[in-house]
């Protein structure tokens, strides 16, 4: 296992930004995540595995912008909400199985502009998915899970905002 922990005072940057990256750490991730947290990724620190930290979807993260969790082994499904100002969540290539939640797609998740689910055991009828409903939506990759259905398309074009969209392998 692998601890990160951090002592933010008032004399310091009210900002955070944690970048771990081509790490050979091995273990579960344990961070004590600030409030003040904006950015974080931890890339192809293989074997890191377990799963996503509940904390760090935490609505109380309302300066979290970015959460990159990619080429890891966690598991588990996907949090059922996200932290409100979030405008980028990168979880590709990890294990995580089940459905997107519908928050993912509502007013919970209103900044929300890139969301990248690829290479993970994600399954759901995109017909019925509630990642239609993310209108900051610009970039959706949902490539190489096991989503299935038709895509209508109203659907699509209610994404009005929508630049990249990649849905192969599914």
Do not use: C
């Not at 930004?17 to 192809?44: C, K, M, W």
């Not at 996503?52 to 588990?76: D, K």
């Amino acid at each position: 296992n692998f601890s990160i922990f951090f002592t933010l005072s008032h004399t310091q940057r009210t900002t955070a930004t944690v970048h771990l990256n081509d790490f050979n750490l091995q273990g579960n991730i344990n961070i004590a995540y600030p409030t003040s947290l904006e950015h974080i990724r931890i890339s192809q620190a293989t074997p890191l595995e377990g799963t996503l930290p509940p904390q760090l979807f935490a609505a109380s993260m309302t300066n979290l912008r970015t959460i990159e969790l990619e080429f890891l082994r966690l598991s588990g499904t996907l949090p059922p909400q996200l932290p409100p100002n979030l405008q980028r969540l990168n979880l590709y290539d990890n294990r995580l199985t089940g459905a997107v939640p519908a928050a993912y797609g509502t007013a919970a998740a209103p900044a929300l502009v890139e969301l990248d689910l690829s290479s993970n055991l994600l399954s759901e009828d995109l017909a019925t998915s509630g990642v239609w409903e993310a209108r900051a939506l610009q970039r959706l990759a949902l490539l190489n899970n096991a989503f299935y259905g038709t895509l209508p398309a109203a659907k699509l074009a209610s994404l009005s905002s929508l630049q990249v969209l990649i849905l192969s392998a599914n």
